[in-house]
């Protein structure tokens, strides 16, 4: 089955993968069937373990062979196609991160396929799914969100195969990704409408610190002190009722239906009495209350860029741009 010409150019390990592939393709290999052992090839072929296992996790990171401990190697799927495989973990999914994916997975050449995972910013989740799939993928994406600790996890996967995404923790800093500064863009973009923010009374951030990044608090607190503005920061706008002079930074959409609902409750109007500025924006946000301002990154630019730099496996760090919108609600 495994054919190793030592006297062509093609090295020994990528013929060890193409006799695979095309024992799969004439039905010689099925899915389910069992592969020869490591030491087998190394043996018939004189040839070191490390050149077989460079030839196996190849096709262990394309899912066409699995490993069973204490058995050895199975076909898997007999889909030889796939070139690559990505492994892809968003903390969750919402419509803008669903535009990120969309981009993403439209920009990637064929045979290039991708298994996408959701934390929902658990510690736990994070860990257990990383684990359960090292050494199955060509490159992993890696949303971290603000989780502490990240960094031991992800030193169990090879460095050169991991991408940071969104948001980029001091500890992350050495990885390649594309992320926010989000506490450059919360004060630069802040300081851009400083003129109308100053008509309002009272700044109030509504930030969760287990879901948003510390930058973004950090950036807003920099731009109420550098500018003489009373505020306020809250865990959650369930409490919350809004007051007249007041103009609310939101970063999530259910507190900003919150205060919508409960601004509507107390006979305010948005833009005369209370103000919104919302993060990342939508269809949705250009029509609710006549148009609400955000500050948004280009999720579609982050995922096209991204599919980029996983083909041409690039090593860079890029800040995704980030601009204001603004619209009736301010």
Excluded: W
Aim: net charge neutral; proline share 3%; aromatic share 8%.
């Amino acid at each position: 089955m495994i054919e190793v010409n030592k006297k062509i150019g093609v090295p020994r390990y990528q013929q060890i993968v193409f006799s695979i592939e095309k024992a799969i393709i004439r039905g010689k290999l099925k899915k389910g069937d069992q592969i020869p052992s490591i030491n087998t090839i190394k043996e018939q072929h004189n040839l070191s373990r490390d050149t077989v296992l460079m030839a196996f996790n190849e096709l262990k990171s394309r899912g066409i062979i699995q490993s069973v401990v204490g058995k050895g190697y199975y076909v898997t799927s007999e889909n030889i196609s796939v070139k690559q495989k990505v492994f892809l973990l968003f903390d969750e999914l919402n419509s803008f991160k669903e535009n990120l994916y969309n981009a993403f997975i439209n920009n990637l050449e064929e045979g290039i396929e991708v298994d996408i995972y959701f934390h929902h910013f658990n510690h736990q989740v994070f860990s257990t799914v990383i684990e359960n799939n090292i050494g199955d993928y060509n490159h992993y994406v890696v949303m971290p969100a603000n989780l502490k600790g990240t960094e031991k996890i992800l030193k169990k996967l090879p460095s050169n195969k991991v991408y940071i995404l969104d948001q980029m923790p001091k500890e992350l800093e050495n990885y390649p990704g594309i992320f926010q500064n989000f506490k450059k863009d919360i004060y630069d973009n802040l300081s851009k409408a400083s003129d109308t923010i100053k008509k309002y009374a009272k700044l109030v951030l509504i930030s969760s610190s287990e879901k948003q990044p510390q930058g973004m608090k950090d950036g807003f607190i920099q731009f109420c002190k550098d500018n003489d503005i009373f505020y306020d920061v809250l865990e959650s706008a369930k409490e919350k009722t809004p007051e007249k002079g007041e103009l609310f930074v939101i970063p999530d959409d259910k507190n900003l239906l919150r205060i919508i609902k409960k601004m509507k409750s107390e006979g305010l109007q948005l833009s005369k009495d209370i103000g919104i500025i919302s993060y990342n924006d939508t269809l949705l946000k250009e029509i609710v209350a006549d148009g609400i301002t955000t500050i948004s990154t280009d999720f579609t630019a982050m995922g096209e860029r991204l599919a980029q730099m996983i083909q041409n496996n690039e090593t860079l760090q890029i800040e995704n741009p980030n601009n204001l919108i603004i619209r009736q609600s301010l």
